[in-house]
């Protein structure tokens, strides 16, 4: 099905934008109007990230006249494996500016926002004001909900993507360009539970898997702005690199959708940290009084080098995380043994006195695996804050972080 395009033409096209985009203008779908169209549209990407990446620099090179982005976050050695929009010279400086400075060296004609701060709650509203179109580049489920939220009271029409390992999704949202468009919230009317979806950062992300997705972002962006094709609207796109297989599924508009169904509960934004649970209630009760600081872990370890002190230290990340970095005198049980029941088996006796501590990447999941040991009646079992991620920072900067 085709839609109108969402941005009217600019009045003309100069010499210089004629020879920049003329392998444009000679598309039959695109050619001068659609161009001209490009050149008229405001496109906020937000994230400057895996998909933000290819996403900027492609609409840039696109010649789409105004892009704003939407990020917080500095550059950290380990973006540089897909976040191609950075360099090593950036390390440390604002991803914002670092990708503006790239826009600028690939297409000095588009005009560059710079929203350098988290998009939440606050802003999100005045900040997506005025653009045409969104393309939605982030990694967790809050800002995800938001966006959506925030696009439909806007009526804003947005792209959105995801990846994870070598799987990547991609879809279109605009609820408002036809009666049964569906929402993000139609696809997934709840976030999963809490710990049950590892983040790139928990579970790693082929850094070639986001210029696959982001450039599917940026395809269905074009269309929608100069009004060719068959947009993504109401479909799943779904791709498995490994198999190198892409599949489009339909996505139907959920007539019981809390947004944009019949009857909505959702009016106007909400707390979206607690809708998506940064942690899940179990967790958070275990962990309530249980959890020690990587310096308190580090006094703990010399104790117990010196014979004064019992415990076992339990690392419930994945093997290849363990490979990576790992604390002194840990054993790796992964947390999906501790789900089936199988890791018991693997501890100390409850009545030992062997206190069980367990650590991860940055303590959701050993929070998750402490509900499980403190329900098994390890009652003075303890989880370590901050993870391996905080041991590296505070204690062992000499191992590599990830
Ligand atoms: N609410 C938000 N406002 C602005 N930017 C956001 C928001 N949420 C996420 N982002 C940005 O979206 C980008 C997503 O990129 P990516 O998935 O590659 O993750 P990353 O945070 O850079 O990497 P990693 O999680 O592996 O350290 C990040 O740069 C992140 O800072």
Redesign the pocket.
Known sequence: MSFPALVEPAAELTIDEVRRYSRHLIIPDVGMDGQKRLKNAKVLV???????SPALLYLAAAGVGTLGI????EV?E??LQ??VIHGQSDIGKP?ALSAQESIAEINPLVQVVVHN????NDNVMEIFRGYDLIVD????F??RY?VNDAAYFLGIPYVWGS?YRFDGQASVFAPTMADDAPCYRCLYPEPPPPGMVP???EGG?LGVL?ASIGSIQVNEAIKLLVGAGDPAIGKLVIYDALELEWRKLKVRKDPNCALCGENPTVTGLIDYDAFCGAISEEAADAAADATISVVQLENLLKERAEGTRDFVLIDVREPNEYEINKIPGSLLIPKGEFLNGNALAQLPPVDSGTQVILHCKSGVRSAECLAVVKGAGYDDALHVGGGVVAWVNQIDPSQPSY
């Open positions: 937000i994230g400057a990230g895996g998909l933000g939407a990020e917080f976050d950290d380990s973006n897909r976040q991803k701060e988290r998009l939440d580049g982030t990694d967790n809050a800002t938001m990846i983040s790139c950062a992300v986001c």
